[in-house]
């Protein structure tokens, strides 16, 4: 389960990152260009927003885990995804874009079961450091 845990995390890391950046460094008109029509409705400020969750939960999917110190933010990471996801699709049902619901569904989805995987089914336990191991490192006074 850990393995797919894994695959999932790196997986949406992937595709927030690469979402990410891209709603970073793209102009407003050519979003729109590209098909990314909602933008229209939030406007810059709440995009460039948005795409700096996706960045920082694309980081937060990855590293915590990975160097375990304080894991359960990935999975806090994932839960902020899940939140985007929603507003998301709240944004497509406002603006009558019913045939891309599927697409942050099924992000939502994931990022629920990464959340939920590392919360319960699978957590990381954070590394031990020098102060919860006792009294390694310190000498006597003596």
Known sequence: MNVVIWIAQIALAAVFLMAGVLK?????????????LWVETTGPVLTTLIGVAEVT??????FPSLLRVRPKLSALAAEGLV??????????????EYGVIPIPAVLGAVAAFVAWGRFKAHPIEPKET???TGSAGRQSTV
Do not use: K, S
């Open 130 to 132: 020098q102060r919860e």
């Open 83 to 96: 939140v985007l996801m929603l507003g998301a699709i709240a944004t497509h049902i406002y603006r009558g």
């Open 24 to 36: 970073l460094i793209t102009p407003m008109d050519e979003l729109i260009a590209n098909g990314l």
């Open 57 to 62: 939960a694309a980081i937060g999917l990855i």
